[in-house]
Nanobody, 113 residues
Framework: QVQVAESGGGSVQPGGSLRLSCAAS????????VTWYRQAPGNEREFVAR?????RTDYTDSVKGRFTISRIRNTVYLQMNSLEPDDTAVYYC?????????WGQGTQVTVSS
C-alpha cells in the first residue's frame, strides 16, 4: 500500500513562515506527482502547488512568489513565506501514481494576529 503523512502545520502571525512536509511511503516508484490543496470551512478545496516527478512545478497565482514546493527523495516540502490571514486552511497532500490518488490526513495552518 501507499501511505501519505503530512506535518508542519501550526499557528503563525501575518508575515510569518511555515514549512509543511509530505512523506510518501510504500511500494511505489519515484515517478509520481505531488499536489498540495487547501480548504477553509465553507470554501471549496483549492489547488495550491504541484511538483511533477520531482521536477516541474506549478503554483496558483495567489501564492506565487511566497510559496515554494520541492522534493528530496520521498518527502515533498511546501515552504510558505509572507503568510496572510487568507492562507488559513487545512492543507492536504495528494500523491498521484499509476492513475491512483493517495491523500494525507491534512494539517491545520492558522494565520492571525
Amino acid at each position: 500500500q501507499v501511505q501519505v503523512a503530512e506535518s508542519g502545520g501550526g499557528s503563525v502571525q501575518p508575515g510569518g513562515s511555515l514549512r509543511l512536509s509530505c512523506a510518501a511511503s510504500g511500494r511505489l516508484s519515484s515517478a509520481y506527482t505531488v499536489t498540495w490543496y487547501r480548504q477553509a470551512p465553507g470554501n471549496e478545496r483549492e489547488f495550491v502547488a504541484r511538483i511533477i516527478n520531482g521536477g516541474r512545478t506549478d503554483y496558483t497565482d495567489s501564492v506565487k512568489g511566497r510559496f515554494t514546493i520541492s522534493r528530496i527523495r520521498n518527502t515533498v516540502y511546501l515552504q510558505m513565506n509572507s503568510l496572510e490571514p487568507d492562507d488559513t486552511a487545512v492543507y492536504y497532500c495528494n500523491v498521484r501514481w499509476q492513475s491512483y490518488d493517495y491523500w494525507g490526513q491534512g494539517t491545520q495552518v492558522t494565520v492571525s494576529s
